[in-house]
Protein backbone atom coordinates (compact mmCIF):
# COMPACT_ATOMS: atom_id res chain seq x y z
CA UNK A 1 0.00 0.00 0.00
CA UNK A 2 1.04 3.72 -1.11
CA UNK A 3 0.39 4.82 2.73
CA UNK A 4 2.71 1.97 4.53
CA UNK A 5 5.88 0.73 4.38
CA UNK A 6 6.48 -2.98 6.26
CA UNK A 7 10.08 -3.90 7.25
CA UNK A 8 11.27 -7.86 8.23
CA UNK A 9 13.45 -8.54 10.83
CA UNK A 10 13.48 -5.18 12.15
CA UNK A 11 15.35 -3.02 14.76
CA UNK A 12 13.85 0.49 16.23
CA UNK A 13 15.22 3.08 18.49
CA UNK A 14 15.44 6.92 18.74
CA UNK A 15 18.68 7.03 20.04
CA UNK A 16 21.48 8.55 18.84
CA UNK A 17 24.32 6.94 16.52
CA UNK A 18 27.18 5.14 18.43
CA UNK A 19 30.55 5.27 17.31
CA UNK A 20 32.00 2.03 15.82
CA UNK A 21 28.61 0.26 15.92
CA UNK A 22 27.91 0.50 19.44
CA UNK A 23 25.18 -1.00 20.53
CA UNK A 24 21.94 1.71 20.93
CA UNK A 25 20.91 1.99 24.84
CA UNK A 26 17.53 1.04 23.72
CA UNK A 27 16.12 -0.78 20.67
CA UNK A 28 13.13 -3.00 19.82
CA UNK A 29 13.31 -6.11 17.69
CA UNK A 30 10.44 -7.64 15.69
CA UNK A 31 9.72 -10.38 13.10
CA UNK A 32 7.72 -7.52 11.50
CA UNK A 33 7.90 -3.58 11.62
CA UNK A 34 4.74 -1.77 9.65
CA UNK A 35 4.66 2.47 9.90
CA UNK A 36 1.10 3.14 8.84
CA UNK A 37 1.85 6.74 7.35
CA UNK A 38 -2.23 7.83 7.54
CA UNK A 39 -2.57 6.49 11.00
CA UNK A 40 0.63 7.64 12.09
CA UNK A 41 1.09 4.65 13.84
CA UNK A 42 3.87 1.95 13.93
CA UNK A 43 3.11 -1.37 15.00
CA UNK A 44 5.29 -4.55 16.09
CA UNK A 45 5.00 -8.58 15.32
CA UNK A 46 6.94 -10.60 18.02
CA UNK A 47 8.33 -7.55 19.79
CA UNK A 48 11.27 -7.86 22.14
CA UNK A 49 12.53 -4.44 23.67
CA UNK A 50 16.27 -4.29 25.10
CA UNK A 51 18.59 -2.34 27.02
CA UNK A 52 22.08 -2.56 25.82
CA UNK A 53 21.75 -5.74 23.70
CA UNK A 54 20.02 -6.88 27.08
CA UNK A 55 16.49 -8.35 26.16
CA UNK A 56 13.88 -6.79 29.56
CA UNK A 57 10.48 -6.73 27.73
CA UNK A 58 8.49 -8.93 24.91
CA UNK A 59 4.91 -8.20 23.41
CA UNK A 60 3.38 -10.51 20.60
CA UNK A 61 1.92 -7.01 19.35
CA UNK A 62 2.77 -3.56 20.57
CA UNK A 63 1.97 -0.04 18.75
CA UNK A 64 2.88 3.40 19.23
CA UNK A 65 2.48 6.58 17.33
CA UNK A 66 5.07 7.99 15.35
CA UNK A 67 7.20 11.39 16.02
CA UNK A 68 4.92 13.05 13.57
CA UNK A 69 2.27 12.54 17.00
CA UNK A 70 2.11 15.02 19.92
CA UNK A 71 -0.42 12.87 21.45
CA UNK A 72 -2.83 10.53 21.35
CA UNK A 73 -5.27 8.60 23.34
CA UNK A 74 -4.30 4.85 24.16
CA UNK A 75 -2.71 2.70 26.89
CA UNK A 76 0.64 3.48 28.97
CA UNK A 77 3.47 1.09 29.74
CA UNK A 78 2.31 -0.62 32.57
CA UNK A 79 3.89 -1.62 35.89
CA UNK A 80 4.08 -3.73 38.82
CA UNK A 81 4.22 -3.12 42.56
CA UNK A 82 3.96 -4.97 45.88
CA UNK A 83 3.79 -3.39 49.15
CA UNK A 84 3.79 -5.03 52.38
CA UNK A 85 0.26 -3.12 53.50
CA UNK A 86 -1.59 -4.49 50.29
CA UNK A 87 -0.13 -6.85 48.34
CA UNK A 88 1.18 -6.82 44.73
CA UNK A 89 -0.59 -5.12 42.31
CA UNK A 90 -0.65 -4.85 38.49
CA UNK A 91 -1.09 -1.01 37.01
CA UNK A 92 -2.73 -0.24 33.93
CA UNK A 93 -2.46 3.45 33.08
CA UNK A 94 -5.01 4.45 29.73
CA UNK A 95 -4.63 7.85 28.27
CA UNK A 96 -8.10 9.96 26.72
CA UNK A 97 -6.65 12.69 24.66
CA UNK A 98 -10.95 14.10 24.47
CA UNK A 99 -10.09 17.07 22.73
CA UNK A 100 -6.98 19.56 22.23
CA UNK A 101 -8.00 20.87 25.67
CA UNK A 102 -8.66 18.36 27.79
CA UNK A 103 -7.30 14.84 28.64
CA UNK A 104 -8.39 11.99 30.99
CA UNK A 105 -5.09 9.65 32.52
CA UNK A 106 -7.08 6.66 33.88
CA UNK A 107 -4.80 4.62 36.08
CA UNK A 108 -6.29 1.49 37.50
CA UNK A 109 -4.44 -0.64 40.34
CA UNK A 110 -5.15 -4.58 40.01
CA UNK A 111 -4.13 -6.20 43.51
CA UNK A 112 -3.92 -9.90 43.86
CA UNK A 113 -5.60 -10.19 47.39
CA UNK A 114 -7.23 -6.50 47.69
CA UNK A 115 -9.86 -4.64 45.99
CA UNK A 116 -8.82 -2.81 42.61
CA UNK A 117 -7.90 1.01 43.43
CA UNK A 118 -10.14 3.38 39.97
CA UNK A 119 -7.96 6.32 39.78
CA UNK A 120 -8.39 9.31 37.56
CA UNK A 121 -6.85 12.34 36.29
CA UNK A 122 -8.99 14.84 34.56
CA UNK A 123 -7.14 18.40 32.70
CA UNK A 124 -9.17 20.79 30.60
CA UNK A 125 -7.78 24.41 29.16
CA UNK A 126 -9.50 26.92 29.13
CA UNK A 127 -9.28 30.84 28.02
CA UNK A 128 -6.92 32.48 30.75
CA UNK A 129 -8.28 29.41 33.14
CA UNK A 130 -7.30 25.75 34.24
CA UNK A 131 -8.97 22.78 35.17
CA UNK A 132 -7.28 19.97 37.22
CA UNK A 133 -9.20 17.15 38.56
CA UNK A 134 -8.00 13.70 40.62
CA UNK A 135 -10.37 11.19 42.31
CA UNK A 136 -9.35 7.75 43.36
CA UNK A 137 -11.98 5.07 44.66
CA UNK A 138 -11.61 1.45 46.05
CA UNK A 139 -13.83 -1.29 47.80
CA UNK A 140 -11.43 -1.30 50.64
CA UNK A 141 -9.98 -4.47 52.44
CA UNK A 142 -11.03 -7.98 51.46
CA UNK A 143 -10.05 -9.46 54.90
CA UNK A 144 -10.56 -7.06 57.68
CA UNK A 145 -9.02 -6.89 61.20
CA UNK A 146 -8.87 -4.99 64.56
CA UNK A 147 -5.95 -2.89 62.08
CA UNK A 148 -7.46 -3.51 59.12
CA UNK A 149 -10.80 -1.48 59.36
CA UNK A 150 -13.60 -2.14 56.49
CA UNK A 151 -15.16 -0.05 54.33
CA UNK A 152 -14.88 1.92 51.15
CA UNK A 153 -12.28 3.98 51.15
CA UNK A 154 -12.07 7.39 48.33
CA UNK A 155 -9.98 10.85 47.16
CA UNK A 156 -11.63 13.72 45.10
CA UNK A 157 -8.99 16.96 44.94
CA UNK A 158 -9.99 19.57 42.19
CA UNK A 159 -8.50 23.13 41.34
CA UNK A 160 -9.87 25.41 38.95
CA UNK A 161 -8.02 28.61 38.54
CA UNK A 162 -9.08 32.01 35.97
CA UNK A 163 -7.68 35.23 35.38
CA UNK A 164 -10.16 38.04 34.70
CA UNK A 165 -7.81 41.22 33.64
CA UNK A 166 -7.82 44.35 31.89
CA UNK A 167 -5.55 47.29 31.44
CA UNK A 168 -6.84 48.83 35.03
CA UNK A 169 -7.53 45.22 37.10
CA UNK A 170 -6.19 42.27 37.76
CA UNK A 171 -8.57 39.71 39.14
CA UNK A 172 -7.99 35.69 39.60
CA UNK A 173 -10.94 33.12 41.12
CA UNK A 174 -9.35 29.96 42.23
CA UNK A 175 -11.81 27.17 43.70
CA UNK A 176 -10.19 24.26 45.65
CA UNK A 177 -12.00 20.96 46.64
CA UNK A 178 -9.96 18.46 48.81
CA UNK A 179 -12.23 15.14 50.23
CA UNK A 180 -10.37 11.82 51.65
CA UNK A 181 -12.51 9.29 53.06
CA UNK A 182 -10.47 7.76 55.58
CA UNK A 183 -7.34 9.69 57.56
CA UNK A 184 -4.84 6.46 56.45
CA UNK A 185 -5.99 6.02 52.39
CA UNK A 186 -3.34 8.55 51.20
CA UNK A 187 -0.47 6.52 52.75
CA UNK A 188 -1.77 3.42 52.26
CA UNK A 189 -2.36 3.81 48.74
CA UNK A 190 0.82 5.78 48.05
CA UNK A 191 -1.13 8.63 46.32
CA UNK A 192 0.55 11.13 44.15
CA UNK A 193 -0.46 13.49 41.48
CA UNK A 194 -0.33 17.27 40.69
CA UNK A 195 -3.01 17.85 43.56
CA UNK A 196 -2.24 15.44 46.30
CA UNK A 197 0.38 13.12 47.38
CA UNK A 198 0.39 10.42 50.57
CA UNK A 199 2.56 13.45 52.84
CA UNK A 200 -0.38 15.78 52.47
CA UNK A 201 -1.86 16.05 56.36
CA UNK A 202 -4.26 19.22 55.78
CA UNK A 203 -7.28 19.03 53.29
CA UNK A 204 -8.58 22.26 52.18
CA UNK A 205 -11.96 23.01 50.95
CA UNK A 206 -11.71 26.96 49.52
CA UNK A 207 -12.89 29.42 47.39
CA UNK A 208 -11.17 33.05 47.08
CA UNK A 209 -11.55 35.48 44.74
CA UNK A 210 -8.82 38.55 44.35
CA UNK A 211 -8.63 41.73 43.14
CA UNK A 212 -5.98 44.55 42.31
CA UNK A 213 -6.68 48.02 40.94
CA UNK A 214 -3.66 48.86 39.59
CA UNK A 215 -4.62 52.89 39.19
CA UNK A 216 -5.72 53.32 42.83
CA UNK A 217 -3.33 50.58 44.33
CA UNK A 218 -6.52 48.70 46.19
CA UNK A 219 -6.09 44.83 46.87
CA UNK A 220 -9.62 43.03 47.68
CA UNK A 221 -9.91 39.52 48.76
CA UNK A 222 -13.13 37.35 49.50
CA UNK A 223 -12.34 33.94 50.71
CA UNK A 224 -14.50 30.84 51.91
CA UNK A 225 -12.50 27.79 53.43
CA UNK A 226 -12.80 24.99 55.57
CA UNK A 227 -9.45 22.59 56.79
CA UNK A 228 -9.71 19.08 57.62
CA UNK A 229 -6.76 17.94 59.18
CA UNK A 230 -5.77 13.74 58.99
CA UNK A 231 -3.70 14.07 62.16
CA UNK A 232 -3.95 11.54 65.09
CA UNK A 233 -3.28 14.02 67.62
CA UNK A 234 -5.85 16.46 66.78
CA UNK A 235 -9.01 17.72 68.94
CA UNK A 236 -11.34 18.52 66.11
CA UNK A 237 -10.39 17.59 63.15
CA UNK A 238 -12.62 20.44 61.22
CA UNK A 239 -11.94 24.29 60.90
CA UNK A 240 -13.84 27.10 59.15
CA UNK A 241 -13.42 30.06 57.67
CA UNK A 242 -16.78 32.10 56.35
CA UNK A 243 -16.76 34.65 55.10
CA UNK A 244 -13.14 36.18 55.35
CA UNK A 245 -13.26 39.43 53.80
CA UNK A 246 -9.80 41.76 53.45
CA UNK A 247 -9.71 44.84 51.97
CA UNK A 248 -6.04 46.64 51.73
CA UNK A 249 -4.80 50.18 49.65
CA UNK A 250 -1.69 51.59 50.06
CA UNK A 251 -1.04 55.26 50.71
CA UNK A 252 1.93 57.41 49.43
CA UNK A 253 2.33 61.16 50.17
CA UNK A 254 5.28 63.27 48.78
CA UNK A 255 5.48 64.59 52.01
CA UNK A 256 4.15 63.23 54.93
CA UNK A 257 5.51 59.59 53.82
CA UNK A 258 4.15 56.20 53.19
CA UNK A 259 1.48 53.37 54.60
CA UNK A 260 -1.35 51.45 54.44
CA UNK A 261 -4.79 50.87 55.72
CA UNK A 262 -6.27 47.12 56.27
CA UNK A 263 -9.81 45.58 57.11
CA UNK A 264 -10.78 42.45 57.50
CA UNK A 265 -13.76 40.42 58.51
CA UNK A 266 -14.06 36.71 58.99
CA UNK A 267 -16.04 34.62 60.84
CA UNK A 268 -14.00 31.42 62.11
CA UNK A 269 -15.29 27.94 63.84
CA UNK A 270 -13.24 25.48 65.33
CA UNK A 271 -12.78 22.29 67.84
CA UNK A 272 -16.55 21.58 67.55
CA UNK A 273 -18.31 24.64 69.38
CA UNK A 274 -15.42 27.42 69.50
CA UNK A 275 -17.16 30.54 67.23
CA UNK A 276 -14.87 33.75 66.47
CA UNK A 277 -16.78 37.06 64.48
CA UNK A 278 -13.92 39.06 63.90
CA UNK A 279 -13.32 43.02 62.40
CA UNK A 280 -10.02 43.94 62.34
CA UNK A 281 -8.82 47.94 60.91
CA UNK A 282 -5.11 47.97 60.57
CA UNK A 283 -3.53 51.34 59.71
CA UNK A 284 0.30 51.70 59.59
CA UNK A 285 2.02 54.70 58.56
CA UNK A 286 5.57 55.45 57.98
CA UNK A 287 7.57 58.44 57.78
CA UNK A 288 11.78 58.80 56.68
CA UNK A 289 13.82 61.33 57.95
CA UNK A 290 11.46 63.12 60.73
CA UNK A 291 11.53 66.53 61.97
CA UNK A 292 14.84 67.54 59.79
CA UNK A 293 17.87 65.77 57.84
CA UNK A 294 20.43 63.30 59.56
CA UNK A 295 23.52 62.07 59.12
CA UNK A 296 21.81 58.52 59.44
CA UNK A 297 18.73 56.98 58.10
CA UNK A 298 15.75 57.69 60.07
CA UNK A 299 12.13 56.43 60.11
CA UNK A 300 9.13 56.87 62.64
CA UNK A 301 7.08 54.36 62.53
CA UNK A 302 3.16 54.08 63.85
CA UNK A 303 0.60 51.01 63.73
CA UNK A 304 -3.33 51.14 65.15
CA UNK A 305 -5.20 48.32 65.45
CA UNK A 306 -8.57 48.21 65.96
CA UNK A 307 -10.31 44.84 66.85
CA UNK A 308 -14.08 43.84 67.23
CA UNK A 309 -15.13 40.73 67.97
CA UNK A 310 -17.72 38.08 69.17
CA UNK A 311 -16.88 34.58 70.74
CA UNK A 312 -18.58 31.87 71.87
CA UNK A 313 -16.49 28.90 74.04
CA UNK A 314 -12.75 30.82 73.49
CA UNK A 315 -10.66 31.55 76.92
CA UNK A 316 -9.32 34.75 76.92
CA UNK A 317 -12.11 36.20 74.78
CA UNK A 318 -15.14 37.95 75.86
CA UNK A 319 -19.09 36.38 74.08
CA UNK A 320 -20.35 40.62 74.51
CA UNK A 321 -19.68 42.51 71.49
CA UNK A 322 -16.29 43.98 72.13
CA UNK A 323 -14.09 46.89 70.68
CA UNK A 324 -10.56 47.11 71.53
CA UNK A 325 -7.95 49.40 70.54
CA UNK A 326 -4.07 48.68 70.15
CA UNK A 327 -1.37 51.01 69.09
CA UNK A 328 2.18 51.22 68.92
CA UNK A 329 4.81 54.13 67.62
CA UNK A 330 8.57 53.33 67.07
CA UNK A 331 11.47 55.27 66.37
CA UNK A 332 14.10 53.47 63.93
CA UNK A 333 17.54 54.63 63.31
CA UNK A 334 20.49 53.14 61.30
CA UNK A 335 23.66 54.10 59.92
CA UNK A 336 25.02 53.01 56.93
CA UNK A 337 29.24 51.92 57.16
CA UNK A 338 30.80 51.38 53.95
CA UNK A 339 34.46 50.06 52.93
CA UNK A 340 35.76 48.89 49.74
CA UNK A 341 38.89 46.96 49.53
CA UNK A 342 40.72 47.13 46.07
CA UNK A 343 37.51 47.81 44.29
CA UNK A 344 36.82 44.08 44.21
CA UNK A 345 35.49 43.26 48.20
CA UNK A 346 32.92 45.71 49.45
CA UNK A 347 31.97 45.19 52.77
CA UNK A 348 28.64 47.30 54.37
CA UNK A 349 28.09 47.53 58.52
CA UNK A 350 24.63 48.59 59.40
CA UNK A 351 23.90 49.37 62.92
CA UNK A 352 20.28 50.05 64.09
CA UNK A 353 18.28 50.58 67.16
CA UNK A 354 14.25 50.61 67.32
CA UNK A 355 12.40 52.48 70.61
CA UNK A 356 9.08 51.06 70.47
CA UNK A 357 6.50 51.88 72.76
CA UNK A 358 2.56 50.66 73.22
CA UNK A 359 0.36 52.01 75.84
CA UNK A 360 -2.00 49.14 75.55
CA UNK A 361 -2.75 46.45 77.98
CA UNK A 362 -2.78 43.42 75.89
CA UNK A 363 -4.39 40.12 76.30
CA UNK A 364 -2.12 36.69 77.44
CA UNK A 365 -0.95 35.08 74.44
CA UNK A 366 -1.22 31.46 74.31
CA UNK A 367 0.31 30.91 70.93
CA UNK A 368 3.62 29.27 69.96
CA UNK A 369 5.75 32.05 68.44
CA UNK A 370 9.13 31.87 67.51
CA UNK A 371 10.43 35.43 66.54
CA UNK A 372 12.84 35.47 63.38
CA UNK A 373 15.67 38.25 62.99
CA UNK A 374 13.64 40.13 59.93
CA UNK A 375 10.85 40.64 62.55
CA UNK A 376 12.25 42.07 65.84
CA UNK A 377 12.70 45.55 64.11
CA UNK A 378 9.04 45.87 63.00
CA UNK A 379 6.08 47.18 65.52
CA UNK A 380 3.34 44.24 65.04
CA UNK A 381 6.24 41.43 66.26
CA UNK A 382 3.22 38.85 67.01
CA UNK A 383 1.11 39.52 63.95
CA UNK A 384 -2.03 38.16 65.76
CA UNK A 385 -5.52 39.19 65.77
CA UNK A 386 -6.60 40.76 68.76
CA UNK A 387 -3.53 41.24 70.59
CA UNK A 388 -0.54 43.66 70.09
CA UNK A 389 2.83 43.86 72.50
CA UNK A 390 2.46 46.49 75.47
CA UNK A 391 5.16 48.56 76.93
CA UNK A 392 8.07 49.74 75.82
CA UNK A 393 11.50 48.31 74.69
CA UNK A 394 14.96 49.17 72.69
CA UNK A 395 15.91 46.51 69.80
CA UNK A 396 19.82 46.74 69.11
CA UNK A 397 21.51 44.75 66.81
CA UNK A 398 23.29 45.13 63.27
CA UNK A 399 23.78 44.03 59.48
CA UNK A 400 26.77 42.87 58.02
CA UNK A 401 27.05 42.54 54.22
CA UNK A 402 30.10 41.11 52.20
CA UNK A 403 30.25 41.23 48.62
CA UNK A 404 32.56 40.18 46.11
CA UNK A 405 32.70 38.96 42.51
CA UNK A 406 32.44 35.10 43.93
CA UNK A 407 30.58 35.42 47.48
CA UNK A 408 28.31 36.76 49.42
CA UNK A 409 28.25 36.91 53.06
CA UNK A 410 24.94 38.24 54.96
CA UNK A 411 25.09 38.50 59.05
CA UNK A 412 22.32 39.90 61.24
CA UNK A 413 21.83 40.03 64.84
CA UNK A 414 19.77 41.92 67.39
CA UNK A 415 18.34 41.88 71.39
CA UNK A 416 15.32 43.35 72.36
CA UNK A 417 15.72 44.85 75.79
CA UNK A 418 12.53 45.55 77.63
CA UNK A 419 11.53 48.21 80.40
CA UNK A 420 9.84 45.62 82.81
CA UNK A 421 11.61 43.31 84.37
CA UNK A 422 8.71 40.41 82.94
CA UNK A 423 5.70 40.23 81.07
CA UNK A 424 3.83 36.83 81.26
CA UNK A 425 1.25 37.77 79.15
CA UNK A 426 3.61 36.90 76.28
CA UNK A 427 4.16 33.25 75.52
CA UNK A 428 7.74 31.70 76.06
CA UNK A 429 8.63 30.57 72.96
CA UNK A 430 9.02 34.21 71.71
CA UNK A 431 11.47 34.89 74.82
CA UNK A 432 9.57 38.56 75.18
CA UNK A 433 8.46 37.42 78.47
CA UNK A 434 11.48 38.24 80.02
CA UNK A 435 13.52 41.77 80.00
CA UNK A 436 15.98 40.41 77.65
CA UNK A 437 14.99 38.56 75.16
CA UNK A 438 16.87 35.89 73.12
CA UNK A 439 19.41 36.98 70.81
CA UNK A 440 18.08 36.26 67.38
CA UNK A 441 20.20 36.32 64.24
CA UNK A 442 20.52 35.20 60.76
CA UNK A 443 23.60 34.41 58.71
CA UNK A 444 23.67 33.65 55.07
CA UNK A 445 26.61 33.04 52.95
CA UNK A 446 26.31 32.17 48.72
CA UNK A 447 29.48 31.12 47.16
CA UNK A 448 29.48 30.87 43.22
CA UNK A 449 25.52 29.95 43.04
CA UNK A 450 26.77 26.48 43.67
CA UNK A 451 26.48 26.93 47.72
CA UNK A 452 24.28 28.57 50.20
CA UNK A 453 23.84 28.32 53.50
CA UNK A 454 21.23 30.08 55.88
CA UNK A 455 20.98 29.32 59.25
CA UNK A 456 18.12 30.93 61.74
CA UNK A 457 18.75 31.07 65.49
CA UNK A 458 17.69 31.96 68.57
CA UNK A 459 20.14 31.73 71.63
CA UNK A 460 19.40 32.40 75.12
CA UNK A 461 20.32 35.57 76.89
CA UNK A 462 22.44 34.19 79.19
CA UNK A 463 24.75 32.48 76.23
CA UNK A 464 24.12 29.05 77.20
CA UNK A 465 21.64 27.67 75.29
CA UNK A 466 19.74 27.65 71.87
CA UNK A 467 16.00 27.84 71.42
CA UNK A 468 15.76 27.95 67.87
CA UNK A 469 18.24 26.21 65.24
CA UNK A 470 17.04 26.16 61.85
CA UNK A 471 19.69 25.24 59.01
CA UNK A 472 18.74 25.02 55.04
CA UNK A 473 22.27 24.26 53.00
CA UNK A 474 22.54 23.65 49.33
CA UNK A 475 25.88 22.52 47.28
CA UNK A 476 25.28 21.40 43.85
CA UNK A 477 28.46 20.89 41.29
CA UNK A 478 29.57 18.90 38.24
CA UNK A 479 30.03 15.92 40.52
CA UNK A 480 28.61 16.45 44.55
CA UNK A 481 25.23 18.12 45.67
CA UNK A 482 23.67 17.83 48.64
CA UNK A 483 20.44 19.53 50.42
CA UNK A 484 20.55 19.79 54.11
CA UNK A 485 17.60 20.34 56.74
CA UNK A 486 18.04 20.90 60.06
CA UNK A 487 15.03 22.52 62.95
CA UNK A 488 15.53 22.26 66.59
CA UNK A 489 12.44 24.37 68.48
CA UNK A 490 12.95 24.31 72.42
CA UNK A 491 10.02 26.23 74.75
CA UNK A 492 6.84 24.87 72.79
CA UNK A 493 4.77 22.31 74.10
CA UNK A 494 5.91 19.47 71.38
CA UNK A 495 9.55 19.98 71.30
CA UNK A 496 10.84 19.34 67.47
CA UNK A 497 14.34 18.39 66.00
CA UNK A 498 14.70 16.40 62.83
CA UNK A 499 17.07 16.61 59.80
CA UNK A 500 16.62 16.04 56.03
CA UNK A 501 19.09 15.13 54.06
CA UNK A 502 19.74 14.65 50.39
CA UNK A 503 22.69 13.42 49.08
CA UNK A 504 24.00 13.13 44.99
CA UNK A 505 27.18 12.01 43.73
CA UNK A 506 27.77 12.46 39.95
CA UNK A 507 29.89 9.77 38.24
CA UNK A 508 30.51 10.76 34.93
CA UNK A 509 28.10 12.50 32.62
CA UNK A 510 25.25 9.69 33.12
CA UNK A 511 25.17 8.91 36.24
CA UNK A 512 24.00 9.76 39.87
CA UNK A 513 24.26 8.20 43.36
CA UNK A 514 21.56 9.58 45.77
CA UNK A 515 20.69 9.05 48.83
CA UNK A 516 17.66 10.88 51.37
CA UNK A 517 16.58 10.70 54.37
CA UNK A 518 14.56 12.36 57.33
CA UNK A 519 14.72 11.18 60.88
CA UNK A 520 13.41 12.60 64.26
CA UNK A 521 15.84 13.41 66.72
CA UNK A 522 13.48 13.93 69.62
CA UNK A 523 12.07 10.20 69.07
CA UNK A 524 15.64 8.93 67.75
CA UNK A 525 13.71 7.33 65.14
CA UNK A 526 14.06 7.48 60.82
CA UNK A 527 10.62 8.57 58.54
CA UNK A 528 12.13 6.60 55.81
CA UNK A 529 15.54 7.05 53.53
CA UNK A 530 15.40 6.68 49.57
CA UNK A 531 18.87 4.86 48.20
CA UNK A 532 19.30 5.31 43.91
CA UNK A 533 21.42 5.09 41.22
CA UNK A 534 20.05 6.81 37.95
CA UNK A 535 21.79 6.60 34.22
CA UNK A 536 20.69 9.32 31.97
CA UNK A 537 21.96 10.00 28.42
CA UNK A 538 20.17 11.22 25.35
CA UNK A 539 17.51 8.45 24.92
CA UNK A 540 17.24 6.51 28.16
CA UNK A 541 17.24 7.12 31.75
CA UNK A 542 17.23 3.93 33.99
CA UNK A 543 17.22 4.17 37.67
CA UNK A 544 17.78 1.52 41.01
CA UNK A 545 15.11 2.41 44.01
CA UNK A 546 15.45 1.28 47.60
CA UNK A 547 13.05 2.61 50.01
CA UNK A 548 12.67 2.37 53.75
CA UNK A 549 9.38 3.75 54.86
CA UNK A 550 8.95 3.89 59.09
CA UNK A 551 5.23 3.99 60.30
CA UNK A 552 4.02 4.49 64.12
CA UNK A 553 0.77 3.46 63.37
CA UNK A 554 -1.78 0.66 64.45
CA UNK A 555 -2.91 0.50 60.72
CA UNK A 556 0.49 1.00 58.30
CA UNK A 557 3.10 -1.68 58.48
CA UNK A 558 6.84 -0.47 57.69
CA UNK A 559 8.05 -1.64 54.65
CA UNK A 560 10.88 -2.02 52.37
CA UNK A 561 10.75 -1.66 48.31
CA UNK A 562 13.64 -2.11 45.80
CA UNK A 563 12.59 -1.13 42.27
CA UNK A 564 14.04 -1.21 39.00
CA UNK A 565 12.83 2.01 36.33
CA UNK A 566 13.72 2.40 32.98
CA UNK A 567 12.00 5.28 30.96
CA UNK A 568 12.56 5.03 26.85
CA UNK A 569 12.65 8.66 25.94
CA UNK A 570 10.25 9.06 24.61
CA UNK A 571 7.86 6.69 25.08
CA UNK A 572 7.23 6.53 28.67
CA UNK A 573 8.55 4.31 32.09
CA UNK A 574 8.95 0.62 32.72
CA UNK A 575 9.16 -0.77 35.97
CA UNK A 576 10.21 -3.47 37.46
CA UNK A 577 8.10 -5.26 40.57
CA UNK A 578 8.43 -3.59 43.64
CA UNK A 579 10.00 -6.37 45.92
CA UNK A 580 9.09 -5.34 49.60
CA UNK A 581 9.46 -6.58 52.88
Avoid at 198 to 217: A, P, Q, R, V
Avoid at 420 to 448: A, E
Wanted: aromatic share 14%; hydrophobic share 30%; net charge neutral.
Amino acid sequence: KENETKFFKSNFTLCNYRDQDKCPPWQILSTKMQHDKKKKTIYYDNAVVKLYDVPIFYSPKLAHPDHTVQRRSGFLIPSYSDTKNLGSALHLPYFWAIGEDKDLTINNRLFVSEHPLFLGDYRQAFKDANLNVNFGYTEGYKKVSSKKQAGDKSHFFSKFSKDFNNDEIENNLEINLQHVSHKKYLKLYKIDSDLVNDDTNILENSLNLSSHNNDSDLFVDLKASSFTSLADNYNDKYEYFLPDISLTKNLVSKNFGYGDINTNMKIHNFDTNKTKKILTNNFNWNLEQPFAEKKYNATLLSSIKNFNYETKNIKNFKEDTTSELFGAIGYLASLDLYKSKNKEIDQFLTPKILLRTSPNKMKKENSEIYLYNKDIFTLDRLGVDGNMESGTNLTVGFDYERLDQEKEFNFSIGQIISEKKSNKDMPSSSSLDKRFSDIIGNLNYTNNKNFTFNYDYSLDQNYKETNLNKIDAVFDNDFIGFNLNYLEEEKINEEKEYVKSTFNIKKGNNGKFSLSSKRNLITSSTEFYNLSYEYINDCLRAGLVYRREFYDDSELESENTLMFKVTLTPFGQLSSPGFSQ
